[in-house]
């Protein structure tokens, strides 16, 4: 069982759409951090959120962290092929020893052109 | 930039045969993680260390040890590699002065290594 859920798994959409990923949980996070990875690369950091409630806009990405830091939103508005990617969130839990992360089970998305 | 690097992009070895798979971080990060990655199975920690010399299990060690003789080097090493170990591999680094530190554990992970045991 996946600590932190995310969903949907797959997502394929065209190009100008937007899109949605979830992460979610039913532990609390220190701080949750969004990567995206491309197929044959390792993930890149794109985000970290840290205060309940707390937004963060990076162009046409929007991260959200909610209220009580069990979950998180990404969204994208009008995706672009380049957005194409495995998603994954990942978080720190309050009381996990060491630096280690949790991560979910990632969200293919898709754009087509 | 954090740049980790990863001695091998492709990797095929034998079943039997002994696997040493390197990475190099050049931030100065104390933290230091062996990831494998599989199709549905997500992103599972191998090991990780903190510090030089010191390491720890991490959810899937079977099979598999490290050594981190220098800060900016961490390795992992298949004793006898069998076909089950076929994945591609991910090593990553972060900040941090020690096992109890406060978060954000923001990780950077370099490009991965397919390793394929045939």
């Known amino acids: 069982t996946q600590l932190l859920e995310q969903s949907p798994q797959f997502l394929s959409i065209q190009e100008g759409e937007n899109l949605t990923v979830y992460c979610n949980s039913s532990?609390?996070?220190?701080?949750l951090q969004w990567y995206r990875q491309e197929p044959g690369e390792g993930p890149v950091l794109l985000v970290t959120?840290?205060?309940?409630?707390e937004v963060k806009k990076l162009k046409r990405l929007t991260f959200q962290f909610g209220d009580a830091r069990k979950d998180s939103s990404l969204h994208i508005t009008a995706a672009q092929p380049g957005d194409t990617g495995l998603y994954l969130c990942?978080?720190?839990?309050?009381?996990?020893?060491?630096?280690?992360?949790?991560f979910g089970g990632g969200t293919r998305v898709l754009v087509k052109p | 930039d954090v740049k980790v690097t990863q001695s091998s992009r492709y990797l095929v070895k034998r079943t039997g045969e002994k696997v040493f798979l390197e990475c190099v971080q050049d931030m100065d990060h104390e933290n230091m993680f062996w990831y494998r990655q599989d199709p549905g199975l997500g992103l599972r920690l191998i090991y990780f260390?903190?510090?030089?010399?010191?390491?720890e299990k991490g959810d899937i060690p079977e099979g598999y040890s490290v050594s981190r003789e220098k800060k900016e080097r961490f390795s992992l090493i298949l004793e006898s590699a069998s076909t089950n170990q076929t994945s591609m591999y991910l090593c990553a680094s972060s900040f941090g002065e020690g096992p109890n530190d406060p978060p954000p554990y923001e990780q950077y992970f370099g490009p991965g290594t397919r390793l394929t045991v045939t």
């Open positions: 532990s609390v996070f220190s701080s």
């Open positions: 959120v840290v205060t309940g409630g």
């Open positions: 260390s903190y510090d030089v010399k010191m390491k």
């Open positions: 990942a978080g720190d839990m309050i009381k996990a020893a060491g630096n280690k992360l949790t």
